[in-house]
């Protein structure tokens, strides 16, 4: 669940880059955020991963108050979610299977556990056929189904993806997306920020849009 109260965030200068935001997302809904460039829908997901504190207001992810976290509680926190980014974000000198079993490995998980875990994961995105190729031999759609696994990997009850498909064409984009909707359907809430109003409206999914820092159609 992910439920933000009255969120102000500013930054230097001032920007006031998120105004009064409310909105809440319950375990389990896949939710858009759509919006015009600027119009702070990375700021929205860099509150929620906890990579910066909002300015006012309140907000709670996955259980935790994300308002006052101590750096010290972020990184069991980062646990508790999965990102992915439009650029993908993949090491190059990792294979596919150690790129997605990175962050079990930052966790200490036994490497009979991670031999285990990762090919099942590999399945689950189409990759089995790719665990010991680099990044730079997959297509943009490899390369992303691969980050997907390793934001997954871990078994995060809330996954964020920013501009997932802004660097695919459309098939692999559609590819992407029912790739989401199926990690929403066993049960992690989805939030995914896009450009593309075409895909968004053939989804058919509930969508939330900001402006200039505003949210419209919010809770
Ligand atoms: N670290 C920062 N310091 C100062 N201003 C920032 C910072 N990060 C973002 N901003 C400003 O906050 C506003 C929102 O930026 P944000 O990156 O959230 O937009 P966005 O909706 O993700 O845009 P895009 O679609 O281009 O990715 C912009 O005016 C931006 O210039
Ligand atoms: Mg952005």
């Known amino acids: 669940m992910i439920e933000f109260s009255h969120v102000y965030k500013t930054y230097p200068g001032p920007v006031h880059a998120l105004k009064?935001?409310?909105?809440?997302?319950d375990k389990g809904e896949f939710v858009f955020l759509t919006g015009p460039s600027?119009?702070?829908?990375?700021?929205?997901?860099r509150m929620i991963s906890a990579f910066d504190h909002v300015t006012s207001g309140q907000l709670v992810v996955a259980n935790q108050e994300l308002t006052q976290i101590s750096?010290?509680?972020?990184?069991?926190?980062?646990?508790?979610?999965?990102?992915?980014?439009?650029?993908?974000?993949?090491l190059k000198n990792l294979t596919v299977f150690q790129n997605v079993a990175l962050p079990l490995k930052?966790?200490?998980?036994?490497?009979?556990?991670?031999?285990?875990?990762?090919?099942?994961?590999?399945?689950?995105?189409?990759?089995?056929h790719k665990s010991d190729q680099y990044p730079?031999?997959?297509?943009?759609?490899?390369?992303?189904?691969?980050?997907?696994?390793?934001?997954?990997?871990?078994?995060?009850?809330?996954l964020i993806a920013d501009e997932p498909?802004?660097?695919?064409?459309?098939?692999?984009?559609?590819?992407?997306?029912?790739?989401?909707?199926?990690?929403?359907?066993?049960?992690?809430?989805?939030?995914?920020?896009?450009?593309?109003?075409e895909m968004v409206k053939r989804r058919n999914k509930?969508?939330?849009?900001?402006r200039a820092g505003e949210l419209e159609g919010g809770r």
Do not use: Y
């Open 106 to 128: 930052v966790l200490g998980e036994k490497e009979q556990n991670i031999r285990r875990r990762v090919p099942d994961f590999l399945e689950k995105v189409g990759l089995s």
């Open 165 to 197: 498909t802004g660097n695919l064409d459309p098939r692999l984009s559609e590819e992407i997306m029912d790739l989401l909707e199926k990690v929403c359907a066993q049960g992690t809430t989805v939030f995914v920020a896009t450009h593309d109003h």
């Open 71 to 90: 750096s010290a509680d972020v990184p069991a926190f980062r646990r508790r979610i999965g990102v992915v980014f439009q650029d993908f974000k993949l």
């Open 38 to 45: 600027g119009a702070g829908k990375t700021t929205l997901f």
């Open 20 to 25: 009064n935001i409310d909105l809440r997302i």
């Open 206 to 210: 509930r969508t939330v849009s900001i």
């Open 136 to 158: 730079e031999s997959l297509s943009g759609g490899e390369q992303q189904r691969t980050a997907i696994a390793r934001a997954l990997i871990h078994q995060p009850g809330v």
